[in-house]
């Protein structure tokens, strides 16, 4: 079974205080002019202090590492979906793009979830990864998934057939300039038994096409049925604080299995994560994140860290500040009260 294992490197990072953090002081400051007491600006004094501790210094490395079959991650890892497109929809600046994959890498950052069907009129993910990563450092895995498709147009097509996967598995490996891919999810929909389409994975696994491989957007049976034909490396599910509960035993069997867990919207939940906040966050999320000088979102990732060693977090963006706050959650480390205060969010 893996097992976790700690990593220390953390060199100093000097960015600027992000936009979510200022807000944050904000609204910290016109809470201090309310009261006469003094005693809200000592608080922000604190948090503002705080604030560095959780972003300077820090890398993905903060929150320990997993491994996928025979490859080692850093468990806080990034997802290109939002690479191609603005919240609006429109296509994304190319250059920002690329400097957030640049940076990503710069703060140890050495998984990254993607996929074909990632783009927009303009942009693809998988061309701005292999324009901006490649030759790719030795440690990266790059990990992908098929299934769903789109045609050029971005209109999503049918659930593909069996014999419909290798041709996906050779877009990726074409528009990531890859041999092989390191790991490949078949993300489902609808399918009471994903053996046949599994199988066809697996056939390409032994075929030297795909390393490792992983399912999503699945149940426990589905694990058992992918099992019975070849070793799965990782889960992808949506999941969240705000997440019903009945998924927590589905996560903890993973576990059991040396299987990891790697939600996806993990900071919106199921509000999605649209725009890159959460928002309508609860009491309890503001408080923990008012304890420990950290954004909301920061805390959910952190809680999200917290579900077990083999959780792996894939938070995307394509705001470079953003990045470094979405890195920094790693190092955010939540006390029994604060995941006690936190329960009560997490519905049954």
Known sequence: MATARKTTAAPTLTDPVSPDLKRFLRALADEREADPTGQAGKKMAREAASIATYREGVTAASAGTWTLGDLTVNRMGFGAMRLTANPDGTPSDRDRAITVLRRAVELGVNHIDTAAFYFSALRSANELINRTLSP???DLVIVTKVGPGRDPSGTWLPLARPDQLRGQVEENLRQLGRDHLDVVNLRQHGLDSIAEHFGALAELRAAGLIRHLGISN???PHLAQAQQLAPVVCVQNPYGLDHRRETDDFLRLCGE???AFVPF????????EAGGVAGGDTDAVLTVARRHGATPAQVRLAWTLHRGPHVLAIPGTGDPDHLVDNVA???LRLSAA??????PVHPT
């Open 218 to 220: 699945v149940r426990a």
């Open 257 to 259: 299995q040396g299987v």
């Open 136 to 138: 790719y450092p030795d």
């Open 338 to 343: 604060d995941l006690a205060l936190l329960d």
């Open 329 to 331: 959650a790693g190092a």
């Open 265 to 272: 919207f993990a900071i919106a939940g199921a509000r999605r």
